[in-house]
Nanobody, 127 residues
Framework: QVQLVESGGGLVVAGGSLRLSCAAS????????MAWFRQTPHNEREFVGG????????DYADSVKGRFTISRDDGKNTMYLQMNSLKSEDAAVYYC????????????????????WGRGTQVTVSS
């Protein structure tokens, strides 16, 4: 089992920045591909960005490319999402997810592929 806990959400003015963290515990963090998803009321949970187990490969949703950056620190069992130039449409509950992998360079973008999820952290953007 893997436990994931998100933190760092809050209220930010449009154009501002936030950094979310996802702390993992339970199993070997370094054998897992990770990702961030987000969800607003009445909408599907959507992919934001993902990162591979090794090699630092990343993939992002078009809506956040150039503004959001995912990174991970395996020594701290933590993944990060740096969000810059925030827009009102970025407001959502952000979830981190993990998936045990054998391919160290694989990045996964589909919600159904992920095995473990955190409870989410709320991001609110005021205009």
């Amino acid at each position: 089992q893997v436990q994931l806990v998100e933190s760092g959400g809050g209220l930010v003015v449009a154009g501002g920045s936030l950094r979310l963290s996802c702390a993992a515990s339970g199993r070997t963090f370094s054998m897992y591909a990770m990702a961030w998803f987000r969800q607003t009321p009445h909408n599907e949970r959507e992919f934001v960005g993902g990162i591979s187990w090794r090699g630092g490969r990343t993939d992002y949703a078009d809506s956040v490319k150039g503004r959001f950056t995912i990174s991970r620190d395996d020594g701290k069992n933590t993944m990060y999402l740096q969000m810059n130039s925030l827009k009102s449409e970025d407001a959502a509950v952000y979830y981190c997810a993990s998936k045990r992998v054998t391919n160290p360079l694989a990045v996964f973008t589909e919600r159904i592929e992920y095995e473990y999820w955190g409870r989410g952290t709320q991001v609110t953007v005021s205009s």
